[in-house]
């Protein structure tokens, strides 16, 4: 039994003619986020003011976000300039309370009760504390450096 394929009814006779022209799609139909076309044929309608937070904010809004900053940056290094005075206060008031310290172990020595100890603590107590306020200003002049580094590394666009 042969069998053929009547392929003469399938065709027509435009097939072999110029195929349709189909228009390009401009720049705009594609997203600019995905790079993708949008599936419908109906754009979504944007408000006015998504669009204005899409662009960004305009000139006089930069400058005030600009101005806002730099007043963060000043009140920060201010914060930073105070902490340091004060640091510096509490290293001199330290140092008149070691002296206070010595004083009255002597005066614990020369009367040789073990209740004016007590009361100042225990004997090696100004090392104690000088060795703390040095930790404290060690720790605050790294934290100071850290932020100045930031600050530099913030300000410097990104190579990439």
Do not use: W
Request: charged fraction near 30%; charge should be positive.
């Amino acid at each position: 039994v042969k069998r053929s394929l009547k392929l003469d009814g399938m065709l027509k006779a435009d097939s072999f003619g110029s195929p349709k022209i189909t228009r390009k799609k401009s720049a705009a139909d594609y997203s600019p986020t995905t790079g993708t076309c949008q599936m419908s044929p109906v754009a979504s309608p944007t408000s006015s003011k998504e669009q204005e937070n899409r662009n960004g904010p305009s000139n006089g809004k930069r400058e005030n976000l600009n101005h806002l900053s730099i007043n963060k940056r000043m009140e920060s290094t201010m914060q930073d300039n105070e902490f340091m005075v004060l640091l510096s206060k509490v290293e001199k008031s330290s140092e008149e309370f070691m002296e206070i310290m010595q004083n009255l172990s002597s005066i614990q020595a020369l009367k040789g009760s073990k209740e004016l100890e007590n009361l100042i603590g225990i004997p090696h107590a100004s090392c104690v504390f000088k060795r703390e306020m040095q930790k404290t200003k060690k720790l605050m002049t790294n934290v100071i450096k850290q932020k100045l580094f930031k600050k530099k590394n913030s300000g410097l666009p990104n190579k990439g």
